[in-house]
């Protein structure tokens, strides 16, 4: 059994996406970020930085305990574990990793800066938030393009949809004010609907 530990983030949510898609058995803990929860002693046993997503799977490799955080290497974890989500063939596996590390770097990075600036950061700076905005709708516009005449991002649905679609919906709001990016919209309207993803976001609640 896996147990998941996350709040209703972007990161949080590709863990639980991942597992739901993947099909493997897990309990989901809600860790309340605004509690301080996870800077709580047991927490920061398992993540010493503090942050989530965490799983433990009690049944890892070699059959021995497993911690493991950062939603990236969950996300791949849970895909080698299952054997889904990673494309069999090298090229499009490539370009799964690809896209993964785009959605982990270029649009995580934006995101999340958007998130500091909006809610921790001592000084607020209209023209800051409006700069990391564009960087992060720039990102998207390249996922755009790339998504032109392709169902999902490595042309079967990966781990590189798992990393990307939480952050589109925590910036979904920005990106129908932007305009435009159909491509990205038609994808997301797809993985949307898909059972396990429609779970797996659900799974904070």
Sequence with gaps: MIDLYLAGTGNGLRASVALEEAGLPYRAHKVDLAKGEQRSVDFLK???????????????????????????????????????????????????????????????????????????????????????????????????????GREFLADEFSVADIMLYPNFAARKALIDGAGGLANLQRWAATVSARPAVLRGMKAAS
């Design 46 to 148: 398992m993540n010493p930085a503090g942050l989530i997503p965490v799983i433990v799977d009690s049944e890892g490799p070699g059959g021995k305990p497993l911690t493991l955080s950062q939603s990236g290497a969950i996300v791949l974890y849970v895909a080698e574990k299952s054997g889904r989500l990673l494309p069999r063939d090298g090229t499009a596996r490539a370009c799964a990793l690809q896209w993964l590390m785009q959605a982990g770097t270029d649009v995580g990075a934006a995101s999340g800066t958007i998130f500091q600036l909006e809610m921790r950061a001592p000084e607020k700076s209209a023209a800051n938030l409006t700069y990391f905005q564009s960087r992060l709708l720039s990102a998207f516009a390249v996922v755009d393009q790339h998504l032109a």
